[in-house]
């Protein structure tokens, strides 16, 4: 079982840039798919971005698409999502999730997910 922790998290303004950071209690980056979620308030849990096993490939949501970057850092067991250009619609509580993989595949839906942090706010002032 795998346990993630999520950070990076806070308020900022439209147009500023975060890094979201999901550390690991094991080796992540070689064994799961990841995905980042989020969800607003009054809102179901969406999807934002995915990474297959060994970061071979990636997928984004059109919302953050071209703004938004997952990434993995295998010796720190830690995925990331930079987050550039945030829009107040990206305020949400953002979740990193992992699922077992064995292939190059990326998941979409939450119930593809096995495992998932608590969450980490990101608020987007106008």
């Known amino acids: 079982q795998v346990q993630l922790v999520e950070s990076g998290g806070g308020l900022v303004q439209a147009g500023d840039s975060l890094r979201l950071s999901c550390a690991a209690s094991g080796r992540i980056f070689s064994t799961y798919a990841m995905g980042w979620f989020r969800q607003a308030p009054g809102k179901e849990r969406e999807f934002a971005a995915a990474m297959s096993r060994n970061g071979f490939n990636t997928y984004y949501a059109d919302s953050v698409k071209g703004r938004f970057t997952i990434s993995g850092d295998n010796a720190k067991n830690t995925v990331y999502l930079q987050m550039n250009s945030l829009k107040p619609e990206d305020t949400a509580v953002y979740y990193c999730?992992?699922?077992?993989?064995?292939?190059?595949?990326?998941?979409?839906?939450?119930?593809?997910?096995?495992?998932w942090g608590q969450g980490t706010q990101v608020t987007v002032s106008s």
């Open positions: 999730a992992a699922v077992d993989s064995s292939g190059t595949h990326y998941y979409t839906e939450p119930y593809e997910y096995r495992y």
